[in-house]
């Protein structure tokens, strides 16, 4: 157990939908990374925020938003969703800039 | 961007040393090289870090020559259950983002 947690485990949707996906990260940590998973595709990084700031982006698509709140937790926005948006959703936090601890994931299939 | 390059896939048997390969060829200097375990749809697990040399835990061994171009995750000793995908991160120190590898996918027999 990394102590991040993230829910739902499961969401299905439709096309068009807007879905919000939450994380809680490891007490203490103050960054939060989110990354998305196709099937049997690499890890591909999205956002990081850092106290309750956008620090990094990455390949994050304008439909998609993020934001992290005071008490640290994170929610990903994902809007107009598309087929090609099925995907496995990791958050990670971190308290430095190197290691990393993911959560189990949320996985989204958009039909 | 330090853009990492793996092997995409690797066999070996339970027992054997594993040794996974990455190159970083443009690794700035403030720059750690991070390895990662991944079992299917599972969080990715860190396994160790390092800046040069060689760095050694209870699970993995790291090398780095002193160029630091590339570098070595060793696991001794492989068990099925080390039958993962294994990512190989350079943090971009600077910009703090963090790109993973395309992951070499480690497959032990029995």
């Known amino acids: 157990d990394s102590g991040v947690t993230q829910t739902p485990k499961h969401l299905i949707t439709a096309t068009g939908q807007r879905v919000t996906l939450r994380c809680s990260p490891r007490s203490g940590d103050l960054s939060v990374y989110w990354y998305q998973q196709s099937l049997d595709q690499g890890l591909q990084f999205l956002i990081q925020?850092?106290?309750?700031?956008?620090?990094a982006k990455g390949n994050i698509l304008e439909r998609f938003s993020a934001q992290q709140f005071p008490d640290l937790h994170s929610e990903l926005n994902l809007s107009s969703l598309e087929l090609g948006d099925s995907a496995l959703y990791f958050c990670?936090?971190?308290?430095?800039?190197?290691?990393?601890?993911f959560g189990p994931g949320t996985r989204l299939t958009v039909l | 961007l330090a853009k990492t390059t793996q092997p995409i896939s690797m066999d070996s048997y339970e027992g054997q040393e594993v040794n996974i390969t990455c190159s970083h060829n443009?690794?700035?200097?403030?720059?750690?090289i991070t390895w990662y375990q991944q079992f299917p749809s599972q969080g990715p697990r860190f396994i160790i870090q390092?800046?040069?040399t060689k760095v050694t835990n209870e699970v993995a061994s790291l090398f780095i020559p002193a160029d630091r171009k590339s570098s070595t995750l060793s696991l001794p000793r492989v068990s099925l259950s080390d039958t993962a995908v294994y990512y190989c991160?350079?943090?971009?120190?600077?910009?703090?983002?963090?790109?993973f590898g395309s992951g070499t996918k480690l497959n032990v027999k029995p």
């Open positions: 390092g800046y040069k």
């Open positions: 991160l350079v943090g971009e120190n600077n910009f703090n983002k963090f790109y």
């Open positions: 990670a936090s971190s308290a430095s800039q190197d290691e990393q601890f």
């Open positions: 443009n690794i700035a200097t403030n720059d750690y």
């Open positions: 925020y850092y106290n309750g700031e956008e620090r």
